[in-house]
């Protein structure tokens, strides 16, 4: 089974910033999109933001101009950078890839485990 790996949750003061990671095992063939969602309690999970292999992005629109989410393809790598963070932002945020783990699977979804986010003052 494919685990990914978050990383950089954490406790933030309203304004701040926080950087979030999520790297895929090496062994995996290929990934194509990856993204991050986020799931606040008593909420259900929604998207905050995917990029494709190539690059483009897509964000939802309450954290459009204030998230910005990257990739490093060599690293199989995801990076949600989040700034200006409000109390609303609080939630577990989840990473999710698009891969194959062989050349000849299927491509299927994976996730992370998931990373606390609060924003207190």
């Known amino acids: 089974q494919v685990q990914l790996v978050e990383s950089g949750g954490g406790l933030v003061q309203p304004g701040g910033s926080l950087r979030l990671s999520c790297v895929a095992p090496?062994?995996?063939?290929?990934?194509?999109?990856m993204g991050w969602y986020r799931q606040a309690p008593g909420k259900q999970r929604e998207l905050v933001a995917s990029?494709?292999?190539?690059?483009?992005?897509n964000y939802a629109d309450s954290v459009k101009g204030r998230f910005t989410i990257s990739r490093d393809n060599a690293k199989k790598m995801t990076f949600l950078q989040m700034d200006s963070l409000e109390p609303e932002d609080t939630a577990v945020y989840y990473c999710?890839?698009?891969?194959?783990?062989?050349?000849?699977?299927?491509?299927?979804?994976?996730w992370g485990q998931g990373t606390q986010v609060t924003v207190s003052s």
């Open positions: 999710n890839a698009d891969l194959k783990i062989l050349y000849y699977n299927p491509v299927s979804r994976y």
């Open positions: 090496g062994s995996i063939f290929s990934i194509n999109a």
């Open positions: 990029i494709s292999n190539g690059g483009s992005t």
